[in-house]
């Protein structure tokens, strides 16, 4: 069973908003560190957002000021808002995560998204 599950992807034009849930899969255990990751095709796949348990959040220079990691612990899901999109924002997104008791990243399937101009 796949621990982490994303969902949200699609298509959208150049300009247009999504938002990206990354929600775990695995019962009574809560979401520790987690991370959005893309993959543009032919590209090496890019950590791009990242969120602590406490709520810290570092982005990568590429979406920072369009894109916001949150996450909402009672749900145990992570979000990937994204603003402002473009075509080069045309990846499969991924996200990556730490469950409370132990140092193991999990990754989920990936959703894909891709922006036309």
């Known amino acids: 069973q796949v621990p982490l599950a994303e969902s949200g992807g699609g298509l959208v034009q150049a300009g247009g908003s999504l938002r990206l849930s990354c929600a775990a899969s695995?019962?009574?255990?809560?979401?520790?560190?987690a991370n959005w990751y893309r993959q543009p095709p032919g590209k090496q796949r890019e950590l791009i957002a990242s969120?602590?348990?406490?709520?810290?959040?570092v982005y990568a220079d590429s979406v920072k000021g369009r894109f916001t990691i949150s996450r909402e612990n009672a749900k145990n899901t992570v979000y990937l808002q994204m603003n402002s999109l473009n075509p080069g924002d045309t990846a499969v997104y991924y996200c990556?995560?730490?469950?409370?008791?132990?140092?193991?990243?999990?990754w989920g399937q990936g959703t894909q998204v891709t922006v036309s101009s």
């Open positions: 695995v019962r009574l255990r809560a979401i520790n560190d």
């Open positions: 990556s995560a730490t469950f409370l008791g132990g140092t193991t990243y999990y």
């Open positions: 969120i602590t348990t406490s709520g810290s959040t």
